[in-house]
């Protein structure tokens, strides 16, 4: 089948080419780059929205963007079980826009914070983890200012399996030092009740290929190639 | 300043009275208040490089020289072919003064500001560095604000924009307490063909010129030469002197910018700086040959009631002005309008050579397009300060110290310590093409995506070591930079230069300049590197104390590495390889970190260039690097050999023992040959089978190398092979002391 | 009729989202000494808007319904306070 | 006699400034969703801070103090206002 996977591109967003990138080379599939005021989801399978800061940031990471006309379309797909992905800037965007719960705030430290992490997999039934299993540890990147999970309804996230990474450390333990930006729970990344919509601070597409990951991992790889698993499941 | 009668008026002007009596000749009549001040502005320091220019003119051949260089000193950035249909473009600038005054904003448009110079030609800026230097942070309130937020504004801009920043460097040096320097450098990456085809000139007559990005406003029009009281009725107060940077917009002219580049419709591009609309309209047409009408209120503004001065002047950040070929004018305005960018066609190019402003119809300025871009020079005097013959005949004192406590007080100063706490704060990954990070090389390395081809840039200079000797500590700043690069596996292939120093109407500050240009000029001509650019940077002086900055030629250098294979990295790898040092070590400790953290002096004599040696050092290398003998690199400089082995042990927790039998003479102390910075050395680690054939290349090549230990398993290093009893340090306190330095000063 | 008022409104962050930004300089003030007849700090967000209304009712009530409906504060973590109208 | 007061201060950038936040907000966020009665909006930070002084006057001396002190605003580019003292 002929997967087409659309890559948001919104004003400052900024890993949006990174994003294609690794859709096109690596996992070769075909992404196109969309302008956000052009999207038309029926021409997709899944939407991605990528890192950066779109609208700058201003007034709050995310808050400019929920209101495009991009996410109107980005709901319909939501709705009928199509994947909805959302990366750092993304994952942000998809809480204003109140697809997932809860909030991004600014890190504990007050400061932006670009280093690899490890994260545990919490659920693999979700539309990027389906090729993981729970309790794997990963290598990503992290690269934000406002990356603190923060919501006031942990306890039904929790009931409902809705959080799908944690910051660890690398033999799993989840650690206040494992924790970079002061997040709840150490949660860095979460999905919706029908596992269609997932967003997470870190990023998998710089973890992507062997030339950019510590020795021996290359975990972005297993997040991508399980949204294209998820389709193709999805559709058969 | 100087007064003048215009219009009846009596006016204060940054012109001397030659150089307005110069411009009156080339009217042939009185200037207006507008022209006058254009002028003023196209001739001040900072647009004309009128001190610095005689001297910087011997740079002024690369193009010709280098057949892989496009652009040279003199365009807005150095641009060279790096094959496969790819050109690199690269620049590096200053902007001390306002940082100095207001550190965030004033570094976030530093990186604003050498950001547009990049995209001028036609490149996408794909890497950031930043050479910063502070007061000691020590118990200085005043240096830790200004670093804390420099770095911010640093992060905040070029996080925002998408551009990675991939090396810097920092030292603190109480000279730069009340000077701090902000150096930002940019590199991008483009076609040959968007760059053949969007040159920095207005070449063609009847073509659009369009204004785009920010709109324009007051702001900035005060930073530039001249009296306010002319210009409105606000009071000084009410306008802010340092612009405040809007790195959303930015990355919208980025994009915006690069799109229209690739219609193949624009024909000249160039971005407002310092001079504002004035600079680059009358540089797209001197340089192009061509002339121009603008019509002023064209122009969006952000504010009511602008005089057509402030118009011409205004240095809103974020705007750039396009030239355009009739036929795609549509074409390009549809790209302005999808990113939503603020746009204008404020006028046309013509035959002329004129530059002609329009305001509501009536002539405001008449000006030949040249005679702004062509400014008068000054010769400057020079004289070596008296008081360096003192300082450099000053002896190295007797250590009290154990050696090893000597050590560890080196590696947790201020200039030798990790520099983690600032780069964690940069985006280093973004544009998924950093292969060597932040800590993991002593350059930053990215991949061109689409070929096996790898750019390494490092920047960098020893302002301590240019002070004493501003000729040797240049050459010598060439050698460290180049070294990194070279570290990391790559070949320089250019170097750009941001010129710091002080007030050049003194002669002492002066002679800094001229003799750290002269020592750059020779080293890159002995060892065939093209200068492609630079940027000067004067008046960095404290007028109260009287007393300039530690003067600093910051270099940066740009190498390539084809192939993944050729790229090495800084960490040791296994235990049980070989540890080599590489290059001759030399009783050279003026300027160096263990004269000021230890003895607290300044003085000696600093290190001195062989371009001979050095040549033969980087030969070698090359020559082990095709054998796939090296497993890691890392030159040595602040702080000696041990502290250069112990940053190589930490990343995989490994130790060393080392035996420094042979490695100096009887004429060297354990404190100078363990603390030297000698310039040009290197650390390896090799295989032991290889031993051999290392040793015999090294005869051959005639190069200074020892083996001088081995790697182990335990976090320590052990020292033999000394005049004093052998000794041990912990590696897992050196690295703690290494990492809480900063973060110790600045997270309170 | 309409006129010019402007509007001025604070966006804090609710108790239990924390508020790193007030404890930070909080932290600070400790460390610098001198400062030990402050006890607290809080940080928001302030916003001036210009508007032109019926009355000052009128402008109050139309922001306070933007703020909502376009989640100007965010009702997870924030609160919002009106702090004046004005006539500008 | 030392009693406790609330001070509020509200640092912007200053009026002849750019001030790029309140710009995009109304660019992009409000003038789009239809609210053309905002002509202007201007962003700035919001400070509570709780402290025991003499009377208003002290208290005011000693935040505006700390505020320059501690360059928690610059008057490079910023203005500090004191929004209201008030007892706590
Ligand atoms: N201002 C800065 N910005 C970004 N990175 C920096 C900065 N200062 C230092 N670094 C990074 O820290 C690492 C070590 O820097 P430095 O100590 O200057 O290197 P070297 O060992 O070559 O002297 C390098 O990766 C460098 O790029
Ligand atoms: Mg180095």
């Known amino acids: 089948m002929n997967i087409k996977i659309a890559v948001i591109q919104f004003p400052a967003a900024n890993c949006d080419l990174d994003a294609i990138h690794v859709l096109n080379n690596v996992i070769n599939v075909q992404a196109d780059l969309v302008w956000h005021n052009h999207f038309k989801e029926s021409n997709y399978d899944a939407v991605v929205l990528p890192g950066g800061f779109s609208f700058g940031d201003y007034l709050r990471a995310g808050i400019i963007a929920a209101h495009s006309p991009a996410i109107d379309e980005a709901r319909i797909m939501l709705k009928d079980g199509r994947p909805v992905i959302g990366i750092c800037n993304g994952f942000q965007i998809l809480t204003e826009a109140q697809f997932l719960p809860g909030a991004l705030l600014r890190n504990e430290s007050l400061k932006f914070s670009c280093k690899w992490v490890n994260l545990k997999v919490e659920n693999n039934k979700t539309a990027c983890t389906n090729k993981m299993n729970v309790g794997d540890v990963l290598a990503f990147p992290i690269a934000h200012g406002e990356g603190r999970y923060y919501t006031d309804n942990l306890k039904e996230l929790e009931d409902n399996n809705q959080i799908v990474f944690r910051y660890s450390t690398e033999s799993g333990d989840l650690t206040e030092e494992a924790n970079p930006n002061g997040s709840l729970e150490n949660i860095a990344g979460i999905s919706n009740l029908d596992q269609n919509c997932i967003g997470l601070m870190p990023h998998p597409e710089r973890a992507s290929e062997e030339i950019l990951s510590p020795k021996g991992t290359v975990h972005g790889k297993l997040f991508f190639e399980s949204i294209i698993d998820f389709i193709k499941r999805r559709v058969s | 300043m100087t007064k003048v009668i215009i219009n009846g008026e009596e006016v204060d002007i940054e012109l001397t009275k030659w150089e307005f009596n110069k411009i009156k000749d080339i009217l042939n009549r009185e200037p207006n208040l507008t022209e006058t001040q254009m002028v003023s502005v196209m001739y001040s320091e900072h647009c004309s490089y009128k001190s610095s220019r005689p001297k910087l003119k011997i740079f002024e051949d690369a193009e010709k020289n280098y057949d892989y260089v496009l652009a040279g000193p003199g365009q807005d950035a150095g641009v060279i072919d790096i094959g496969d249909g790819y050109v690199l473009a690269f620049r590096i600038e200053s902007h001390n003064h306002p940082s100095a005054i207001e550190p965030y904003h004033g570094a976030a448009t530093g990186i604003g500001g050498i950001i547009r110079d990049i995209l001028c030609m036609g490149a996408r800026p794909i890497a950031l560095l930043d050479p910063l230097r502070f007061g000691s942070l020590k118990d200085n309130p005043h240096s830790q604000w200004l670093f804390k937020y420099v770095v911010k504004g640093i992060a905040d801009y070029g996080n925002c924009t998408g551009i990675p920043t991939i090396g810097g460097e920092v030292e603190f040096d109480d000279s730069f307490e009340t000077n701090c320097l902000v150096n930002v ?530 976090p320590e290093i052990t020292i033999s092979g000394i005049k004093s009893k052998q000794f041990k340090l912990d590696l897992v306190k050196m690295k703690r002391l290494y990492d809480s330095t900063i973060p110790n000063l600045m997270d309170i | 009729m309409q006129a010019n008022f402007i509007v001025e409104i604070i966006m804090t962050n609710k108790e239990m989202a924390r508020d790193p930004v007030g404890a930070t300089i909080k932290r600070d003030l400790l460390a610098k000494k001198g400062y030990d007849m402050i006890s607290n700090v809080r940080s928001g967000q302030y916003l001036r808007i210009h508007i032109s209304a019926e009355n000052e009712e009128n402008a109050k009530e139309i922001i306070e319904d933007m703020c909502n409906k376009l989640r100007i504060f965010n009702p997870v973590t924030q609160n919002l306070t009106i702090l004046r109208v004005s006539k500008s």
């Open chain 2, 185 to 714: 450098a940019c590199i991008g990456l483009g076609t040959i063909e968007d760059f053949e085809h969007a040159p920095s000139r207005a070449y063609n007559p009847g073509d659009y010129v369009i204004l785009m990005g920010g709109s324009t406003g007051r702001d900035g029009i005060h930073g530039v030469t001249f009296a306010s009281r002319t210009l409105t009725e606000m009071s000084e107060e009410d306008r802010p002197a340092v612009q405040i940077g809007d790195p959303f917009t930015k990355k919208m002219i980025i994009e915006a910018t690069l799109d229209a580049v690739k219609t193949g419709y624009v024909r000249g591009l160039k971005d407002l700086g310092g001079g504002g609309l004035t600079c680059a309209t009358s540089e797209l047409t001197g340089d192009g040959n061509t002339g121009a009408e603008i019509q002023l209120r064209k122009v969006f503004t952000r504010e009511p009631g602008m005089t057509s001065y402030e118009i011409m002047l205004s240095e809103s950040q974020e705007r750039m002005a396009f030239i355009v070929k009739p036929d795609g004018l549509e074409k390009v305005l549809d790209i302005f309008r999808k990113y939503e960018m603020a746009h204008a066609v404020i006028g046309r190019t013509d035959d002329s050579k004129v530059l002609k402003v329009f305001d509501n119809g009536n002539l405001v300025v008449n000006m030949p397009s040249k005679a702004l871009a062509e400014s008068p020079t000054f010769k400057r005097e020079e004289k070596k300060p008296s008081y360096l013959d003192n300082l450099l005949s000053q002896k190295t004192p007797k250590y009290s110290l154990s050696l090893e406590e000597i050590i560890y007080n080196l590696i947790a100063s201020e200039n030798i310590c990790s520099k983690e706490w600032v780069y964690r704060q940069y985006d280093h990954e973004v544009g998924v093409r950093s292969v060597v990070k932040c800590g993991d090389g002593d350059s930053g390395v990215l991949r061109i995506i689409g070929t096996d081809k790898f750019i390494a840039a490092s920047v960098g200079v020893n302002s301590k070591h240019c002070f004493l000797d501003p000729y040797e500590g240049a050459k010598g700043g060439l050698v460290e930079v180049c070294g990194n690069v070279i570290a990391n596996g790559a070949k320089p292939m250019a170097m750009v230069n941001c010129c710091n120093f002080g007030n050049p109407e003194i002669p002492e500050s002066f002679w800094y300049f001229s003799k750290a240009v002269d020592g750059m000029n020779d080293f890159c001509r002995s060892l065939k590197i093209p200068i492609v650019g630079g940027n000067v940077s004067f008046y960095n002086e404290d007028e109260v104390t009287k007393t300039a900055i530690k003067a600093t030629p910051m270099i940066m250098i740009v190498g390539i590495i084809e192939g993944e294979k050729n790229i090495i990295t800084l960490p040791f790898k296994d235990v049980g390889n070989d540890i080599f040092l590489i290059g001759e070590t030399k009783a050279e400790l003026g300027g160096s970190e263990y004269h000021s953290v230890l003895h607290n002096i300044e003085g000696g004599v600093p290190p001195t260039v062989d371009e001979e040696k050095i040549k033969a050092i980087w030969e070698f290398l090359f020559e082990l690097y095709n054998r796939n003998l090296v497993k890691a690199n890392h030159d040595v400089n602040k702080g000696g050999v041990v502290i250069t082995i112990a940053e190589m042990c930490f990343r995989n927790k490994l130790g060393a023992n080392l035996d420094f039998n042979n490695c100096y003479g009887e004429k060297l102390r354990d404190d100078e040959f363990l603390f030297s910075e000698t310039v040009g050395r290197f650390v390896i680690e090799a295989s032991p089978k290889d031993l051999d054939l290392i040793l015999d290349l090294a005869t051959q090549f005639k190069i200074d190398l020892k083996k001088i230990g081995m790697l182990i398993s335990k």
